[in-house]
């Protein structure tokens, strides 16, 4: 009997390895190294088949994109993220977590594009009737889409090269497999090779395919990180399963930008799209309560409006609390150390908790401001006027500095009935509101103060 044989590949960046390690010697992750078997007498005989895309070598100047054209989804939304439709010859992948909405958002793009385009819709995870069912509940209903139940990838390559349809959808990665790899389905040879021959796939036929990707519990696309660098762009779904609002974010985007994103709301007729995601995040404001101050951070070209909540409670224990949700720990501990040194805010005998309402997670520095002056509201427990609004960012020094994007926020804002703003002293020359009063401040003392001022 032939000796199997088996290597150990790192499940992060793909390094493989003759013996495991408890730590990659690549990337340095730990226990990520999983074992694989391997049939090298057969590897060598066996060939994966690749679509044959040679060309040989032109100018750079003589390639002619005029009749570059975007399939476009029907939700505006999706094709913001995107960059304005779905490139075609382009391999997309969305990630998110379980029960997210990832196989929904896919059955209603063939709904909106099943009257103009072929579509072909692998499941590897669901049989026909069960698609069926849940295309009936959405809605979907016409010819052009056509449903295939199947896992081995080379008889969905053939499939496609035979039909050529116009746009292809693969639910999910993790279930296809090689019949020419030993190992199991959703390991990490299986989805990078798989990935790999789709790839191929897409750029000889100009087929654009879209791939859902599961997630590990660390919120990653699971399987190797190379999985992400052979895509063209990677989508993720965020939002608690808890509460009906979804957020569509771009980590890579080839062609367009990744600071877009996308916010959806689940139904039972499927996602719907929140053409005014600064109301759905600010609706349901408390009235007169302390630690409550409203950000304006930019999402790509779109100002977004958010409620910043804090609570600053007296602590029990030696060492107070520090917790924050969709904000930046490290950033939230940096902030409470510049109202101590700097505005003579005290912290240090408090447990202090920050929110972002909404599920949404900010990082931008532009929202310090906003998140100083919802500790201090708190803190002294005086409630911030409702029809104020602030942005800034905040140095080390105590210093507020500038930001970017500086009257788009205003614009937004004045929009929302927000008559009173708070806002860095250095992009108070540049900007201008008909609606509201600006206040440009130089320090976080100076903030708080002219946030209570009539």
């Known amino acids: 009997m032939a000796k199997i044989k088996s290597v150990y590949i790192c499940s992060q960046c793909g390094y493989e390895s003759p013996k495991w390690y408890g730590k990659c010697p690549s990337c340095n992750e730990w226990n990520t190294m999983n074992e694989e078997i391997v049939d090298k007498s057969s590897s060598t005989v066996q060939k994966t088949k690749r679509v044959s895309t040679y060309t040989r070598p032109v100018s750079i100047n003589s390639i002619d994109t005029t009749d570059e054209q975007r399939y476009f989804t029907g939700s505006k939304e999706l094709d913001r993220v995107l960059g304005g439709g779905i490139v075609k ?19 209603q793009i063939c709904n909106n594009l099943g009257n103009e385009l072929k579509i072909l819709y692998v499941s590897g995870e669901e049989s026909r009737r069960q698609l069926k069912l849940r295309a009936e509940r959405l809605g979907v209903n016409n010819e052009n889409t056509f449903i295939m139940t199947e896992t081995d990838i080379e008889v969905i390559v053939e499939e496609i090269k035979t039909e050529k349809p116009d746009l292809v959808m693969i639910d999910s990665i993790q279930t296809m497999n090689l019949s020419a790899l030993n190992s199991s389905p959703g390991s990490v040879t299986q989805v990078r090779e798989c990935t790999n021959l789709l790839m191929h796939t897409s750029k000889g036929l100009d087929i654009p395919i879209i791939v859902v990707g599961h997630v590990n519990k660390e919120g990653s696309i699971a399987g190797p990180k190379v999985l992400e ?8 779904f965020e939002g608690d399963k808890q509460m009906s609002y979804r957020i569509l974010r771009a980590v890579k985007n080839r062609y367009g930008s990744t600071n877009e994103i996308g916010v959806f709301q689940m139904t039972d007729k499927g996602l719907t799209e929140v053409e005014n995601p600064s109301m759905m995040l600010l609706s349901g404001r408390p009235h007169n309560v302390s630690g409550s101050c409203v950000a304006c951070t930019m999402e790509g070209t779109r100002p977004l409006l958010a409620e910043i909540q804090a609570l600053v409670s007296t602590s029990g224990y030696g060492n107070p609390r520090r917790m924050s949700t969709g ?3 490290n950033r939230l501990a940096l902030i409470i150390a510049v109202l101590e040194k700097r505005a003579g805010y005290y912290f240090s005998n408090s447990d202090t908790y920050v929110n972002i309402v909404g599920g949404l997670r900010l990082d931008e520095p532009a929202i310090d401001l906003s998140v100083a002056i919802s500790l201090i509201s708190s803190l002294k427990d005086v409630p911030i006027p409702e029809n104020a609004l602030a942005f800034g960012e905040i140095g080390l020094g105590g210093e507020i500095r500038s930001v970017a994007n500086a009257q788009a926020r205003i614009n937004e804002a004045s929009r929302l009935g927000f008559t009173k703003i708070i806002l860095p002293y250095h992009n108070l020359k540049n900007v201008s509101s008909d609606t509201a009063t600006l206040y440009g401040v130089k320090n976080v003392r100076e903030a708080f103060e002219a946030m209570l001022d009539e």
């Open 89 to 107: 010859g382009s391999l997309v992948l969305l990630g998110g977590d379980p029960g997210i909405g990832k196989s929904t958002i896919l059955l």
């Open 229 to 236: 660098h052979i895509v063209d762009a990677v989508l993720y």
């Open 327 to 329: 904000y930046d720990y």
